[in-house]
T-cell receptor, first 115, second 117 residues
Framework: AQKITQTQPGMFVQEKEAVTLDCTYD???????LFWYKQPSSGEMIFLIY??????QNATEGRYSLNFQKARKSANLVISASQLGDSAMYFC????????????FGKGTRLHILP | DTGVSQDPRHKITKRGQNVTFRCDPI?????LYWYRQTLGQGPEFLTY????????KSRLLSDRFSAERPKGSFSTLEIQRTEQGDSAMYLC???????????????FGPGTRLLVL
């Protein structure tokens, strides 16, 4: 079974609108961390936001927020007021604390912001 | 620039040749990771170091792949006798590992795109 599932291969959104990128995860650990990365066409993976499994508040970083629903095992990324520069691949990722130290990535969602 | 750097950014080689990639992590980071990313996929873990010790290697890492981090700073990833299936983006990431800190954010370099002809 896939550990990280991103069901939207591609999305088109009008500039200035908010967008939600879906991510569900699978783990039996109680302690884990969830990450979102952005990958522009240049290839570099840019860290956006982090949510710990014990964090009670949803994480926010500027225009990025994470809609964390622990019981549903979902960690959706919300980008408010989208900009043309937000066009990129977005990856959801997880670290399971007591299994190993690597990050497991989903297959990503390609986001296109339309002018 | 104090981020993670990788060299070269692009490499084209013929099948059967050896290639070596270099990664320079963020200076205060003690962990260094190598990932491979093929088209349409997320990065897949290959191996990682804590200081100079290689702590884990993925089953993806065949005997033709070797990685080193001799002084606990920069790292090299060598692929011997390259095959066309090795064509991919090779990403390096570094992090500051602190015990019991699950966040341990990994910061990635720009990657090395390898094309094996």
């Amino acid at each position: 079974a896939q550990k990280i599932t991103q069901t939207q291969p591609g999305m088109f959104v009008q500039e200035k609108e908010a967008v939600t990128l879906d991510c569900t995860y699978d783990t039996s650990d109680q302690s884990y961390g969830l990450f979102w990365y952005k990958q522009p066409s240049s290839g570099e993976m840019i860290f956006l936001i982090y949510q710990g499994s014990y964090d009670e508040q949803n994480a926010t970083e500027g225009r990025y927020s994470l809609n964390f629903q622990k019981a549903r095992k979902s960690a959706n990324l919300v980008i408010s007021a989208s900009q043309l520069g937000d066009s990129a691949m977005y990856f959801c990722a997880m670290r399971e604390r007591f299994r190993d130290d690597k990050i497991i990535f989903g297959k990503g969602t390609r986001l296109h912001i339309l002018p | 620039d104090t981020g993670v750097s990788q060299d070269p950014r692009h490499k084209i080689t013929k099948r059967g040749q050896n290639v070596t990639f270099r990664c320079d992590p963020i200076s205060e980071h003690n962990r260094l990771y190598w990932y491979r990313q093929t088209l349409g996929q997320g990065p897949e873990f290959l191996t990682y170091f804590q200081n100079e010790a290689q702590l884990e290697k993925s089953r993806l890492l065949s005997d033709r792949f070797s990685a080193e981090r001799p002084k606990g700073s920069f790292s090299t990833l060598e692929i011997q006798r390259t095959e066309q299936g090795d064509s991919a983006m090779y990403l390096c990431a570094s992090s500051l590992f602190l015990a019991n800190d699950i966040q341990e954010t990994q910061y990635f370099g720009p990657g090395t795109r390898l094309l094996v002809l």
